[in-house]
């Protein structure tokens, strides 16, 4: 079927002259009576096999994707991939090569070209290889890109080098909540990844960069330490291990002295009972830290409870 008139040309469209190829190309501007399928785009194939990438791109820039059935989407976005980055076109190859992958590409050879292409194009723009007017990095378009490629290719073996290549971005440029976010669904989708172990100490290691000192949400302290101390326990000789070691003596110090600013916040509105809960939790839990020490002593200068406490109200 001919995707200018919908009747039957007695002549294949590969054979016509360019020029009235791109006739052709210029009526189909509007709305097919049914959607056109994969034979009609057999001269566009043609045209790309060729290696004539500008006829190609005319045509397929003269039509709308929606004119033709699903399966002919998918392949009209492939070719307008394909046609774009051999014309170094590369904004356009992202987005026709991101419309082929979204729809789950049906060719799974041409499904990893796509995903290849992807992620060189998204690792360029990250990097600040290649910026907008030559002058501005786009580094968030980047990162959109290789979002995009995990999260609709997951399935695909460089979706967790996406992933890892984003959330390291983010924890460069400081933001610790997004990298966390890329590391999570790292490990949660590919547990197995050679990223893993990365992922796993970065998450605590943002957290633990969000604390800005004892009298924070002692919540964020305390995720931090176990999400280090896990760290240590699957990865026992990790790459970060040291790192990790010195974290956890940190973070213990941080916790025991949040334990301790409560408790004399406690103190000094005379909520003795809260106080001493506060100062139990730095001495018991985190004994062998400076806090913890100075913990127990404010805890024997108070006077003695006049009843048994127990359990942790603080009132």
């Given at each position: 079927m001919s995707p200018s008139t919908g009747s039957p040309s007695p002549v294949p469209l590969r054979t016509l002259p360019s020029a009235l190829l791109l006739a052709l190309g210029a009526a189909c501007a509007s709305p097919p009576e049914e959607p056109y399928g994969l034979a009609d785009l057999e001269p566009v194939r043609s045209l790309v096999a060729e290696g004539r990438y500008d006829?190609?791109?005319d045509i397929l820039e003269s039509q709308e994707r929606e004119y033709y059935d699903r399966d002919a989407q998918a392949e009209f976005s492939r070719l307008a991939g394909e046609v774009a980055?051999?014309?170094?076109?590369?904004?356009?190859?992202?987005r026709h090569y991101e419309e082929y992958i979204f729809y789950e590409a049906p060719d799974?050879?041409?499904?990893?070209?796509?995903?290849?292409?992807?992620?060189?194009?998204g690792l360029e723009l990250l990097e600040g290889r290649r910026k907008a007017f030559g002058i501005f990095p786009d580094r968030t378009r980047g990162a959109t890109t290789l979002l995009h490629l995990a999260s609709w290719a997951p399935l695909s073996d460089l979706a967790?080098?996406?992933l890892a290549r984003v959330g390291e971005w983010h924890f460069q440029d400081r933001q610790f909540r997004d990298a966390i976010e890329d590391y999570r669904l790292l490990l949660r989708f590919h547990p197995d990844s050679e990223w893993a172990d990365l992922a796993e100490f970065r998450i605590g290691h943002c957290q633990f960069l969000m604390i800005d000192g004892p009298?924070?949400?002692g919540r964020l302290?305390?995720?931090?330490?176990r999400q280090i101390q896990e760290y240590l326990r699957k990865y026992p000789s990790g790459l970060y291990r040291d790192q990790a070691e010195e974290l956890v003596q940190t973070l213990e110090e941080l916790s025991a002295g949040h334990h301790l600013v409560v408790g004399e916040y406690y103190e000094d509105i005379g909520n003795l009972r809260g106080a001493r809960y506060r100062y139990r939790k730095a001495s018991e839990e985190h004994a062998e830290t400076e806090a913890a020490a100075e913990a127990r002593r404010r805890l024997a200068a108070l006077p003695p409870p006049e009843e048994p406490e127990t359990g942790g109200a603080e009132g």
């Open positions: 006829e190609a791109w980055w051999q014309l170094g076109d590369k904004d356009r190859a992202i799974a050879e041409a499904a990893r070209l796509a995903e290849e292409r992807l992620f060189e194009l967790d080098d996406a009298w924070v949400d302290i305390d995720g931090s330490l």
